[in-house]
């Protein structure tokens, strides 16, 4: 089977964090300003090669083997920053070396670029910044003649047989001009800017602008049809498959690209490739077409026959595409397996703008993670994707969106929002799910880790910047540190032994401070004796700081709250046995595993761990499953008193008690000294203490205990 390359013109606006490449099209990246190949077949890049600025739109020699590259030098059509470039490039598409540039003047930004129809030594491009349309004679690399362009001309194309020039000028029209002479011989216009326009195989023009295609006899400059009221906004590069069947129309601002049926006008699927989806190519078999994501590090490759879609990871900024036959075969590479989110977000309709803004977030965190290699869970490197359905800003459909998201997607878990009915639909499909966070006046304030692997807020927004040309608003940035935290659910708190099938696994809740070095040691010591493990925070998504600065009550709540979601997630690893849990808990954490375990809250773990688990606020005679307390004799914040009558008035002796003498509260955390005196909220004073002896010993006896537990 022969392979396509595709090359990509990537809009590079990309952090110095990046890694190299891995993608399907030739890439430019803006700031360093790269060309890449890669294989469709393998999404293997193959090569690549520096260029000038911000380079934009590329076209082929007539043969494939050179591709010319346009320095544009500016970000974007609507966005003029940057210094205007004046210079294409010339690359072999063979070696992807550079042969050479050709010169358009001085900071005269050269965009569009072809070469001209049954004249392949004419190479035709305008230029923004003056209006013009140069023609170089390829056979000499110089300029052969050049006329003025429409106001506004940011590409164009060529009639099949090269004697036409259709400038495309957004809110000035379509201009049909001589190729030979520059002569105007006549005008298109809509209601909105034209931002994309191509033949079609029977021979109409495609022009796409706001929320409407429309189709035009180049002969007579008039509308043959228009598909309208598609539900976005600015459309730019349609493109129409060669077989004339369908239409694929890149919605910027949207986010999505619309898959159209050409003959009915029906929307086949609104498929969300990225952010700002900008570029379309499709293949001669008309079943692949590419998009490039213009504010993203991918490029999306949809299969046109079955509606889905793989995104091919490249460098930030993938803007201008074109396709070409690969002619040698390129081995196979180790493709990694893929962390599937899935998210519910408006991005038409009249909550698009928050929808958008999410989406930015989750997306630059998705691209950083990739580009740093993945998400390393166990032994397992994934790729994260995030596959997401547009609600229209429809509270109606939002069940049918879910089950479209989970038909398309082999889905890992689900990010919630600030839509609440949403979030009620999500919560119910039995998947994972990872909240938002809440919001803060200042994250600063929250650990540091969060803005991981920037060293601040502050580096965080300055890297978002530098990629995105955009500023970080505050649902972004909520958006960015929620897949953070669920990153860190997935790869810092889930401990996973290795080589073992079917582990018994086991929640791990922390203590009023949030999760401590004492609580990690732990899921490594339980991790070596063969036991998956979840440690649950419980704070971090909730601006809690601490149990002291919210109350008892509310931080046990949220514990509590948290385990059925913490349950699917363990359960979730294929090596964990979700028919095997328990349930382990300190202080705090202690005293909401007590909770779980009585018999009326029927939660999923077959026993329970309590470390100095509060036990003297339940009612003796309480029925409990199977459950361990580990309690210092001298713990006067959680009195060893309380748990003896718990586990005395136990109808069913399915309580055992350890007790450890000289041994106060928090006995087991290495961080505390060997006793402290502390003062509650309430002025009652208590005791810290860590003693080495007790720890020893309460290791040997979970360990008992867990050996008792049938399936251990």
């Known amino acids: 089977m022969r392979h396509l390359f595709l090359l990509l013109a990537l809009l590079f606006t990309f952090s110095l964090h990046a890694s190299p490449p891995k993608g399907d099209k030739l890439v430019v990246v803006e700031q360093s300003g790269r060309v890449e190949f890669y294989d469709t077949s393998s999404h293997q890049r193959l090569g690549g090669t520096a260029v000038n600025d911000l380079p934009h739109e590329i076209t082929l020699s007539e043969d494939g083997n050179t591709a010319y590259v346009t320095n544009f030098g500016l970000q974007d059509y609507d966005e003029t920053i940057g210094t205007p470039g004046d210079t294409i490039s010339i690359i072999d598409t063979h070696s992807f070396k550079v042969l050479g540039t050709l010169s358009t003047g001085l900071n005269n ?95 109409l023009i495609m022009a796409s602008s706001t929320n409407r295609i429309d189709f035009f006899d180049p002969a007579s400059l008039k509308t043959v049809r228009t598909l309208d009221d598609l539900g976005v906004d600015q459309i730019l590069y349609s493109a129409i498959s060669p077989d004339n069947h369908y239409i694929v129309a890149p919605a910027v601002w949207n986010n999505e690209t619309l898959i159209i049926n050409n003959h009915t006008g029906k ?17 001669k078999q008309s079943q692949y077409a590419y998009v490039s994501n213009a504010r993203n590090s991918h490029v999306t490759q949809i299969n046109l026959r079955s509606l889905t879609s793989e995104d091919i990871d490249v460098q930030p900024g993938p803007n201008g595409l074109a396709l070409l036959p690969l002619s040698e075969e390129v081995g196979e590479t180790h493709r990694l397996p893929q962390f599937i989110l899935g998210a519910l977000l408006p991005l038409t309709g009249e909550e698009k703008r928050l929808g958008r803004e999410m989406m930015t977030g989750f997306e630059f965190f998705r691209d950083t993670i990739n580009h740093l290699g993945g998400l390393k869970i166990g032994q397992e490197t994934y790729q994260l994707k995030i596959a997401y359905e547009d609600t229209q800003s429809d ?24 839509d609440a009915q949403a979030n009620t639909i999500l919560n119910d499909t039995g998947l994972p799910v990872y909240p938002l966070i809440a919001p803060q006046d200042n994250y600063q304030n929250e650990d540091k880790a969060l803005f991981s692997p920037f060293q601040s807020e502050e580096g965080l927004f300055q890297a978002y910047q530098n990629q995105l040309n955009l500023s970080m608003t505050t649902l972004s940035e909520r958006a960015f540190l929620s897949t953070k935290l669920a990153q860190r659910t997935v790869v810092d708190n889930l401990y996973l032994p290795t080589n073992q099938n079917k582990a018994p696994g086991i929640v791990l809740l922390h203590a009023s401070g949030g999760i401590e070095k004492n609580h990690r040691a732990w899921a490594e010591q339980l991790r070596e004796w063969g036991y998956a493990v979840l440690i649950v925070d419980s704070f971090t998504v909730r601006g809690y700081l601490d149990r002291k600065s919210i109350g008892w009550d509310k931080a046990y709540q949220a514990q509590l709250a948290d385990l059925p979601n913490a349950f699917r997630i363990l359960a979730q690893q294929k090596n964990v046995a979700a028919n095997n849990m328990g349930l382990l808990g300190f202080s705090l954490g202690g005293y909401s595993t007590l909770v779980a375990m009585q018999k009326e809250y029927d939660l999923p773990f077959s026993w329970g761990a309590s470390f100095y688990g509060h036990a003297y606020r339940f009612t003796p005679g309480t029925a409990f499953k199977k459950t361990v307390i580990f309690n210092g004799k001298d713990d006067d914040r959680s009195p060893l008193a309380g748990a003896q009558a718990l586990q005395q008035g136990e109808p069913q002796g399915n309580i055992t008690l350890f007790s450890y003498a000289k041994a106060h509260h928090g006995f087991d955390n290495f961080e505390l000294p060997q006793w402290v005196e502390m003062l509650d909220e309430n002025g009652v004073i208590y005791h810290l203490g860590y003693n080495a002896i007790a720890r020893d010993e309460a290791i040997k006896d979970f360990y008992t205990f867990l050996h008792s537990m049938p399936s251990s």
């Open 109 to 203: 930004a050269p965009h569009g670029i072809k070469v001209r129809p049954q004249h392949p030594d004419e190479l035709y491009v305008n230029t923004e910044m003056d209006d013009k349309i140069i023609v170089f004679d390829l056979k000499i690399k110089t300029i052969k003649k050049e006329f003025t362009a429409t106001a506004g001309t940011h590409n164009f194309i060529f009639s099949p047989n090269g004697k036409m020039l259709w400038l495309m000028a957004a809110a000035n029209g379509v201009t049909k001009v001589d190729a030979e002479t520059g002569v105007i011989l006549g005008n298109f216009y809509t209601d909105s800017p034209i931002r994309g326009i191509q033949y079609t195989p029977d021979g």
């Open 267 to 283: 929307i086949l699927k609104r498929m969300v490739t990225g952010l700002d989806p900008v570029n379309v190519v499709i293949d």
């Open 395 to 418: 509270p109606s459909g939002l069940k049918s969106k879910f089950e479209q998201l989970r038909r398309d997607n082999k889905l890992n878990g689900l990010l919630l929002t600030d």
